[in-house]
């Protein structure tokens, strides 16, 4: 009889300690799956910042924006589709549109489009870059600076126009032009 009991009492403790066990492996399998979706958005991450580059020194990108700075240290938070700077080639287009609809290029500011001059993409010792150029369109031109740091595909971009020396800074997404979603609205 009292083995029957010490057979029980096991049977029992193992029978507790298998409906327990699903509960720890639930837990684990939560933190590995967090771990490994952490992992793929690394990699990801990754992919995004190495096509960032690329795009950087074939010239062929667009930084879609998502804040602006303006001179006097003034914020907007804007759409990416429509505030943005491109460069095709020896062709860029400049467009900050910080108003929703109107103005003069017809979704909410202004759209230089232009040819680049003087483009030189430099990379320190660290690994981040900087893309200056000039932009020279019909009645408009600007000197632009653009910073990409080491292992990022977000990147700011300063633009300074020659006409009444204004300066817009613009935060955001670095991306090649094939994967990129802008509108352009009318040039000057």
């Given at each position: 009889?009292?083995?029957?009991?010490?057979?029980?009492?096991?049977?029992?403790?193992?029978?507790?300690?298998?409906?327990?066990?699903?509960?720890?492996?639930?837990?684990?399998?939560?933190?590995?799956?967090?771990?490994?979706?952490?992992?793929?958005?690394?990699?990801?991450?990754?992919?995004?910042?190495?096509?960032?580059?690329?795009?950087?020194?074939?010239?062929?990108?667009?930084?879609?924006?998502?804040?602006?700075?303006?001179?006097?240290?003034?914020?907007?938070?804007?759409?990416?589709?429509?505030?943005?700077?491109?460069?095709?080639?020896?062709?860029?287009?400049?467009?900050?549109?910080?108003?929703?609809?109107?103005?003069?290029?017809?979704?909410?500011?202004?759209?230089?489009?232009?040819?680049?001059?003087?483009v030189k993409l430099k990379t320190?010792?660290?690994?981040?870059?900087?893309?200056?150029?000039?932009?020279?369109?019909?009645?408009?031109?600007?000197?632009?600076?653009?910073?990409?740091?080491?292992?990022?595909?977000?990147?700011?971009?300063?633009?300074?126009?020659?006409?009444?020396?204004?300066?817009?800074?613009?935060?955001?997404?670095?991306?090649?032009?094939?994967?990129?979603?802008?509108?352009?609205?009318?040039?000057?």
């Amino acid at each position: 009889m009292y083995k029957r009991l010490i057979i029980f009492v096991l049977l029992l403790s193992s029978v507790v300690a298998a409906s327990a066990r699903p509960q720890y492996n639930d837990r684990d399998e939560k933190a590995q799956r967090r771990e490994t979706e952490k992992r793929i958005e690394a990699i990801k991450d990754s992919i995004r910042a190495a096509e960032a580059f690329r795009a950087l020194e074939q010239s062929d990108f667009v930084l879609e924006a998502d804040r602006l700075s303006f001179k006097h240290g003034e914020t907007a938070y804007v759409t990416s589709s429509t505030n943005f700077i491109s460069l095709t080639g020896d062709k860029a287009v400049i467009q900050i549109a910080p108003f929703p609809g109107g103005g003069p290029n017809g979704v909410g500011g202004i759209t230089l489009e232009g040819r680049a001059t003087n483009v030189k993409l430099k990379t320190d010792k660290k690994g981040n870059s900087t893309l200056t150029m000039n932009v020279s369109g019909a009645a408009l031109s600007a000197s632009v600076s653009l910073s990409l740091p080491k292992n990022s595909y977000t990147a700011s971009v300063t633009v300074n126009s020659n006409f009444r020396s204004r300066r817009v800074t613009l935060y955001g997404t670095l991306l090649p032009t094939a994967k990129s979603d802008i509108f352009k609205g009318r040039s000057f």
